[in-house]
Every structure is written in structure tokens, then in C-alpha cells.
T-cell receptor
């Protein structure tokens, strides 16, 4: 069974630029999550999708971050414009349903200069 | 906000020894999970223990849960170099089973 795929693996941008991350969850998984993990900390949930609907985006900085999961499969997370404090690893995870084990992708390491 | 706090922050032991990590949390939970993260394989789910369970085993892993003390421990027996990683506990205190994570314990196994 293929795991959660993410791209790119690494991204370096200047502050105020925009960036987008892509995630392909495990086939058949209804729930998709985006997390931000700052160095030395645990992951922080940014947004949770159930199929193509948003369950929770309370910790998503909506003035600069946006995410979509249009067909209930792939998802993209965008930051526009980026700030220095956005430097982190962005993790995508999926689960069969919202109460099941979450499986994580390898993450995208973002560096904002 | 972080729900769980792992203790210790870092642990260094000799290969073959046992490693014990602790996690404390603040609010009532449905279940508690332990994950491992290393640079090679990312975040990997290790074990889930439900609030009505007290102990669970999986291979060389043993997890205990004390809901009265709001704490859990992860024991790795007969440690190996490949166990070198950061270990996180995550609790799902919310109604949507969202996970809230601690800052992790960094485990180093010395050959």
C-alpha cells in the first residue's frame, strides 16, 4: 500500500514570496490533515478535512495560509506572503476516518530567508 | 496549545538497555498514541492505548496509561541503534479526535 506522498521535500524562499505544498493521501482515506512542525516542537494541526469539507481550521493563519481539497483526494496548502516564522516542516497526514490512526507523509521542509 | 509534555526532553543510553519515556497531559482523553520520528522515515505510529486500558504491548514496546494521574509511559526494551529517534505522545482530547502533541523526547542509543 502506497503511503502519503508530499512534494516538494524541500523549499527555500524569500520572505513575502508565496509557496504551495501538495499532498496525496493514502487511497480511500477520508480524513486529511496538515500540520506545522517547528524545530524542537511537536506537530501543530493547521487544518483537517473530511472528504472535501473542512472540519477544523481554527489554528490556520487565514490571513496568509489557505488550503483546499477539491475532489476529496489531493490537497494543497499555500502560504502567501511567507514570513520568517513560517520556517518549519509541513506535514500531511491521512486516516481512514476521523477517529482512525493517522499516517504521515515525509513532510516539506520550508526555509524562509 | 500543547496537551502533552514528554519527560525527559533527551535520553542517551547504551544499546541493549531499556529506555523509558513519560508523557503527562492536562484534560480527559479518548485515547493516547505514541509516535516515533527520525530523519529517515518521518513520523511513524507506534501504539494506541484507549482510556479504558491500563497497559498495552507491541513487540519491544510497552505502554502504560494512568488516567487518574493523567500520565503515560513508553518502555522500549533491549534498545537498538535503529531506535534512535524522537518520540512523541499525542492525545485526542477533542470531539473530532484531533491530536494534540507534546514536544517529544529525543532518544539516542549509543553503540
Amino acid at each position: 500500500e502506497a503511503g502519503v506522498a508530499q512534494s516538494p521535500r524541500y523549499k527555500i524562499i524569500e520572505k513575502r514570496q508565496s509557496v504551495a505544498f501538495w499532498c496525496n493521501p493514502i487511497s480511500g482515506h477520508a480524513t486529511l490533515y496538515w500540520y506545522q512542525q517547528i524545530l524542537g516542537q511537536g506537530p501543530k494541526l493547521l487544518i483537517q478535512f473530511q472528504n472535501n469539507g473542512v472540519v477544523d481550521d481554527s489554528q490556520l493563519p487565514k490571513d496568509r495560509f489557505s488550503a483546499e481539497r477539491l475532489k476529496g483526494v489531493d490537497s494543497t496548502l499555500k502560504i502567501q506572503p511567507a514570513k520568517l516564522e513560517d520556517s518549519a516542516v509541513y506535514l500531511c497526514a491521512s486516516s481512514l476516518d476521523w477517529e482512525d490512526t493517522q499516517y504521515f507523509g515525509p513532510g516539506t521542509r520550508l526555509t524562509v530567508l | 496549545s500543547q496537551q502533552g509534555e514528554e519527560d525527559p526532553q533527551a535520553l542517551s543510553i547504551q544499546e541493549g538497555e531499556n529506555a523509558t519515556m513519560n508523557c503527562s497531559y492536562k484534560t480527559s482523553i479518548n485515547n493516547l498514541q505514541w509516535y516515533r520520528q527520525n530523519s529517515g522515515r518521518g513520523l511513524v505510529h507506534l501504539i494506541l492505548i484507549r482510556s479504558n486500558e491500563r497497559e498495552k504491548h507491541s513487540g519491544r514496546l510497552r505502554v502504560t496509561l494512568d488516567t487518574s494521574k493523567k500520565s503515560s509511559s513508553l518502555l522500549i526494551t533491549a534498545s537498538r541503534a535503529a531506535d534512535t529517534a524522537s518520540y512523541f505522545c499525542a492525545t485526542d482530547a477533542g470531539s473530532n479526535y484531533q491530536l494534540i502533541w507534546g514536544a517529544g523526547t529525543k532518544l539516542i542509543i549509543k553503540p
